[in-house]
């Protein structure tokens, strides 16, 4: 999401690095292209004016000038500002009463229906919470049956809201019959309205007043920017709004809605939506939002990802199979179909510190999930015994499995003698030898489970030759055509 603000930052930190000391006229040079980096990332103008002249009071300080680095100490100042224009630390839930109950407010279309269910589901998953799901947008079509798909699909019980009911009635209902189901949370999924709307706002006025929710989150949709911002302030002076959300996370806006709301409206952006799965919500970490912002990566979130992925049991079991040459193609889908499961390649690469720049340096060489299903296809041409004991795949066998998986000869062959390379690598880091190169110079990436080290190698490797291979290629057949 903050792509184009950390390409601009990352070249801005290069020209002070490169200063041997700082001055004011270089500290404001620097200065006027993170301002102009901000405001293109759509952040509001009174913000990025007030952590401008924050960062320039810290960085002509006396600490910085006498510092033997100061171009290191000024991106230590501007990541410390950015985590406190982020809110400082991660504000979850008040998780104290029982029943919790949390009203979800904002504009129509912002992603309330979806936050309520994904809401939901990390509360259950994180905390052992019992939700208990309210309708009660009673406007929009099929919003009543859109809650109540949702809460069908992941097994919580919701509210039986019809269009002639009044939402204040639903909202009161509800708590009675969540105390009836034995729920210990009470999520009410308001209709979507803008600020404008008088009557709209008088009810959800009356809502907060009948049922007196310990949280209102207002959900804002990231991509709007500044909009976002401007009304989740309005909702704020009519609601006393307690958090925000923000949706569509992994989406390609600038970023300005994260980077101005906390400032502007006083209250924490609490969530974030990364995806389109219900799985795919977090607790916003304004220190872990700031290192990504610099391109520092955030390790701790990708270790979090991946300890909901990878069992320790199953983890301990895939080592001894790696030291003992037990790893098998089978063993190879698994760990791919988890590796899939955090994310796209892309996406683990931002999160690991120094190996963001590297999506972009890889170029035709990235990994797409199509490529991955691909290499699924060909592991699940072969048959149980192929698969545990990929040597004895000979051309007849390669051919079959080729025309079984769509694709060629020579892509089973590359993905064979790639997992092979891969399974060399393995066996030597489990016992302290010098790794093997990929083919094609490639950098071994990561291999879910026990480790994090081989697979995107492996992957990268797999299947089509690479550019330079290519090249070659051609090279040998001009010269047999020239003989």
Request: proline share 5%; glycine share 8%; with cysteine.
């Amino acid at each position: 999401m903050f792509e184009s603000l950390t390409d601009r930052l990352d070249s801005v930190f290069k020209k002070i690095r490169g200063h041997a000391r700082l001055d004011e006229t270089n500290v404001q040079e620097a200065l006027r292209e993170v301002r102009l980096a901000l405001l293109e990332a759509d952040v509001n103008f009174k913000v990025v004016k007030g952590f401008t002249e924050r960062v320039r009071e810290r960085a002509l300080g006396q600490d910085v000038m006498k510092s033997l680095t100061p171009g290191q100490m000024v991106v230590k100042i501007v990541h410390e500002e950015i985590i406190n224009l982020l809110g400082g630390e991660a504000k979850p839930l008040d998780l104290t009463s029982r029943p919790l109950v949390v009203m979800m407010v904002g504009l129509q279309g912002s992603g309330k229906t979806t936050s309520t269910a994904k809401l939901a589901l990390w509360l259950r998953r994180e905390h052992k919470r019992k939700p208990y799901l309210v309708p009660a947008d009673v406007y929009r079509p099929a919003a009543i049956e859109q809650l109540h798909k949702l809460a069908s699909q992941l097994d919580f019980p919701a509210y039986p809201s019809t269009t002639d009911m009044k939402p204040e009635d639903i909202c009161k209902d509800a708590l009675n019959k969540a105390a009836e189901a034995g729920c210990d949370v009470v999520i009410l999924d308001t209709a979507g309205r803008l600020h404008i709307d008088e009557p709209l706002m008088d009810e959800l006025a009356a809502i907060k007043a009948g049922v007196h929710p310990q949280e209102i989150l207002f959900v804002a949709d990231a991509m709007t920017g500044q909009d976002a911002v401007n009304v989740a302030d309005s909702f704020n002076q009519r609601l006393d709004i307690s958090g925000v959300v923000l949706t569509k996370m992994d989406g390609d806006a600038r970023g300005g809605a994260a980077l101005s709301i906390k400032e502007v409206t006083g209250k924490p952006v609490k969530f974030v939506g990364v995806g389109e799965k219900a799985s795919e919500f977090e607790i916003f970490h304004p220190d872990r939002a700031a290192s990504r912002i610099l391109g520092m990566g955030d390790i701790l979130s990708l270790i979090e990802k991946a300890q909901t992925e990878f069992d320790a049991s199953e983890a301990e079991e895939m080592q001894r199979k790696l030291r003992q040459a037990q790893f098998t193609l089978d063993d190879f889908r698994t760990q791919m179909k988890r590796v899939k499961k955090l994310g796209s390649l892309e996406s683990i690469l931002k999160l690991i510190p120094g190996m963001g720049k590297l999506t972009k340096q890889l170029g035709e060489i990235q990994m797409p999930d199509k490529e991955m299903a691909r290499l699924e296809a060909i592991i699940g041409s072969m048959t149980v015994k192929e698969r545990k004991d990929p040597k004895i795949i000979n051309p007849s066998r390669k051919e079959r499995i080729a025309k079984g998986s769509g694709t060629s000869v020579g892509d089973v062959t590359s993905l064979l003698k790639n997992f092979e390379q891969m399974r060399l690598m393995m066996q030597r880091m489990m016992g302290g030898g010098k790794m093997p190169a990929m083919p094609g110079g490639r950098m071994p990436m990561g291999l879910g489970g026990p480790n994090m080290a081989g697979m995107a190698g492996a992957l990268a490797g797999a299947g089509r030759p690479s550019p330079t291979k290519k090249k070659k290629d051609k090279r040998e057949k001009r010269k047999k055509k020239r003989r």
